[in-house]
């Protein structure tokens, strides 16, 4: 049960923040508006090490605040299937509530950017991603290599030759990784490597009110960040263990 509440509030905390940055960077009349994507990757850095030193303080050892990354640990013997199940489904809900605070905290700036239909997209952009270029098998191909360099980078962070890391020490190697990704691989994307981080806010961007422009689901987009994900994470895991890394 701690593990699973720590699942859900870190990654509560991390899509609040990286949600956050998102909002703060796109919508109008912000402090913030047109920081740029150094401060969306440099945010999203920040959001994932503040959301596992939540995770691990709440009693879950592995915060992985990511299905991707749970679904590798299973392959690897960390989690039962049952354990994987559950454990996505409360990072699952964790981005949903965290893409309604986000909501609330932004309200007056998601009703004042209201202006033109693309606004509606700028909207949505908050809590999910889309790609630079509408090619769908592209954006496949780079959410699976960037959730493979996630996860096969976190395994050689962790591995016996660079360890043991002090206590409190990995999260900011992690922050550093999702940092680097972000600033090489997240460009065509957006690099959402995370079906939590991805579906649970687009579910949220679904059922809230957003004013005269609202963009819809984008079904035919929103499968990518959901399944490429764990396909490169069971990949990272395959070269992983092929390396006897895992």
């Avoid at 981005?95 to 209201?114: D, E, K, M, P, S």
């Avoid at 997209?121 to 790609?131: H, M, Q, S, W, Y």
């Avoid at 959730?147 to 900011?172: D, E, H, Q, R, S």
Wanted: proline share 6%; charged share 10%; hydrophobic share 50%.
């Amino acid at each position: 049960m701690d593990n699973l509440t720590g699942e859900f509030i870190g990654t509560v905390v991390m899509l609040v923040f990286g949600c956050g940055v998102n909002a703060n960077m796109s919508l109008k009349k912000t402090c913030g508006n047109g920081g740029g994507w150094i401060c969306i990757a440099t945010g999203w850095a920040f959001a994932v090490l503040l959301g596992v030193y939540t995770s691990v303080a709440l009693g879950a050892p592995q915060a992985d605040l990511n299905p991707s990354v749970t679904l590798a640990k299973t392959l690897a013997g960390v989690y039962t299937w049952p354990q994987f199940l559950m454990t996505s489904l409360v990072q699952l809900a964790g981005g949903v509530v965290a893409g309604i605070i986000v909501y609330i905290a932004y309200r007056q700036h998601f009703l004042a950017t209201n202006d033109k239909p693309e606004d509606g997209l700028t909207k949505r952009g908050v809590f999910c991603t889309a790609p630079a270029i509408r090619d769908i098998p592209s954006a496949f191909i780079t959410e699976v290599i960037a959730t493979f360099f996630l996860m096969f980078v976190i395994w050689m962070i962790f591995a016996k030759p660079n360890g043991p890391l002090p206590a409190g020490f990995g999260p900011y190697c992690v922050g550093i990784l999702i940092w680097a990704i972000g600033l090489s691989l997240g460009g065509p994307t957006g690099y959402a490597m995370n079906l939590a981080r991805d579906l649970g806010p687009r579910i949220a961007h679904a059922i809230l009110p957003m004013g005269k422009y609202k963009a819809d689901f984008d079904a035919g987009y929103a499968w990518v960040p959901v399944v490429a994900p764990l396909v490169g994470a069971a990949l990272a895991f395959v070269v992983a263990h092929a390396l006897a890394i895992v």
